[in-house]
């Protein structure tokens, strides 16, 4: 649950700063603190209609990738990362396939020895150029290396313990930011991304990102060149890490009058945003969605938005997990083929869509390991989308 003292110190923050004139569709404003220039979105001045984007519009191109079907690359659904060679997944373990799906190897194990961790797996970062990847758990005090080839590197160990760690790579420098609680003394630590030292410490952590409890996320999407972009859910805010100046900027905020909602940002770009927009359903008992927002930093213009994969057959897709530059589809084939036939059912598929659709289907056979969809996001977009 998200702290309203800390979420209401920040808002408070936010407008005692100078703001400056909405433009575009009024939606947008900039406001600065300290110098710095934050955006922030209200919904309540979000007007227009739902916009349909095809997802070229947002990627280059976009793949459909078999992962190899064997005993020991099964996995149960979870976080995926694309980069240029490689597609690991985090799940109970991490495994790691090349980008043609073949698997290659587990990633460290479960367990208490060399290369093993303790508890579930919070982040990841595949380093193409060196082939190593970086895992964080949970809650430890180190970031574990490994090769990709399986093997166990060393641990890069932190002087504090690290809840919920998110990294960044950039020029030789693994910077990790976690999830502070009172007694903790950092909120940040820059470490040698080879021999594992700490190069800087960003000490005491500010009170509006001490967390209240394990119920707050961190939340890191890597998409932009060269900016560590995290999401903390307890201050409902999109945060950058000046690697160089050693210190955390405010970037984005989403603003509304109705209570209860729950959002999550996804920068595209430096220039896109995208915000999934929840609310607590007290009925159901669960969070439940109501849509996603694109914002354009650019044009201070803002549009409630639903994808579809105009690649294949134009079925809506979901746009939670971009990160790393793409964005990824990870997906059961027995769930692919239900929403294939769901599609083709569907009286706005046309003759071309179907074409495309039935041609898929024929690749793909129940009780294989799961096929994965991946589009690498454009650098700038410029079309006008809404």
Request: charged share 20%; glycine share 6%; proline share 4%.
């Amino acid at each position: 649950m998200k702290s309203k003292s800390i979420f209401l110190f920040f808002v408070a923050l936010v407008f005692s700063a100078y703001s400056c004139s909405p433009k575009g569709d009024g939606s947008v404003s900039e406001v600065i603190i300290n110098g710095n220039t934050m955006y922030v979105f209200s919904l309540n001045e979000l007007k227009s209609d739902t916009v349909t984007l095809p997802l070229s519009s947002l990627v280059e191109n976009c793949v459909l990738v078999q992962l190899e079907t064997r005993d020991d690359a099964f996995f149960t659904p979870g976080a995926t990362t694309v980069t240029e060679k490689y597609i690991g997944v985090r799940s109970r373990t991490y495994l790691l396939f090349d980008r043609s799906g073949k698997f290659l190897c587990p990633i460290g194990a479960i367990g208490q020895g060399p290369g093993e961790y303790a508890i579930s797996l919070y982040d990841d970062i595949i380093d193409d150029k060196n082939d190593l990847v970086y895992l964080g758990a949970f809650m430890e005090n180190k970031i574990m290396m490994y090769n990709t080839s399986g093997k166990f590197i060393k641990d890069i160990v932190a002087p504090h313990r690290l809840q919920k760690p998110k990294m960044f790579l950039s020029d030789g420098i693994l910077t990790v930011v976690h999830l502070p609680f009172g007694d903790d003394k950092a909120v940040a630590i820059q470490f040698d991304a080879i021999t594992g030292e700490v190069l800087k410490e960003l000490s005491p952590p500010p009170a509006h990102l001490i967390a209240q409890s394990f119920d707050s996320e961190l939340i890191s999407t890597r998409n932009a060149s060269g900016v560590f972009d995290f999401l903390h859910t307890s201050s409902d805010t999109l945060y950058h890490f000046d690697v160089k100046n050693n210190t955390i900027l405010p970037a984005f905020m989403v603003t509304s009058t109705t209570e209860g909602m729950w959002k999550r940002y996804f920068p595209l770009n430096k220039n896109m945003f995208l915000t999934s927009v929840n609310m607590y359903d007290r009925d159901l008992r669960r969070i439940v969605s109501i849509g996603t927002v694109a914002t354009d930093l650019k044009s201070k213009t803002s549009s409630w938005i639903k994808v579809v994969n105009d690649y294949y057959g134009n079925m809506s897709v979901p746009i939670g997990s971009v990160s790393n530059g793409y964005w990824v589809q990870n997906i059961q084939p027995e769930q692919l083929i239900e929403d294939i036939e769901n599609r083709l059912a569907q009286r706005s598929c046309t003759e071309n869509d179907k074409q495309v659709l039935n041609k898929t289907l024929s690749t793909l056979k129940e009780n294989e390991n799961n096929v994965v969809f991946i589009g690498k996001l454009k650098k700038e977009i410029n079309a006008k989308l809404w």
